[in-house]
């Protein structure tokens, strides 16, 4: 006698699991890169009400970011090392140089709320005489404040 074949069902689940796993896996690594992630000198922004920037002009190349920090050190963002303090005439130069490469770009002057207004405005005259045309402000926005507070 022949013995009947066993076969079996055919199944019609997708084993979620090992996406799971990878999911999570990604989650860690995204958890632990994204604080390393965040680079430049801290500044204590003052706060404004204004218009953001749009993200359109941003997108197809960085902007030029100078920072003056609490000390009045200015920083620049793109260079061997954006975390250095830069002195006046090496700053201009810089500048100088990467508008000359790339004309149009954005650039912006992010200010520590306690620095003394003209160091600020001494940063924006070394902006103007290094060729940048148009300069914006960096500022954090205002928060908002609930009714009866």
Known sequence: ???PSRRRKPMSEIN???????MLVLLIIFMVTAPLLSQGVKVDLPDA???????AELQNRPPLILSVDSAG???????E????PLTDELLEARVAALLRNTPGLPVFVK???TVSYG???EA???LQRAGAVKVGFLTDPVAVRRAGS
Not at 16 to 22: F, N, T
Not at 49 to 54: G, H, L, N, S
């Open 1 to 3: 006698m022949a013995q």
């Open 16 to 22: 979620v699991v090992p996406y799971i796993d990878v």
């Open 49 to 55: 009400a204004a218009e953001p920037i749009d993200p």
């Open 73 to 79: 050190q200015l920083y620049l963002n793109q260079g």
């Open 81 to 84: 090392d954006p975390e250095a």
């Open 111 to 113: 200010g520590d709320r």
């Open 119 to 121: 160091r600020v405005v």
């Open 124 to 126: 924006m005259v070394l």
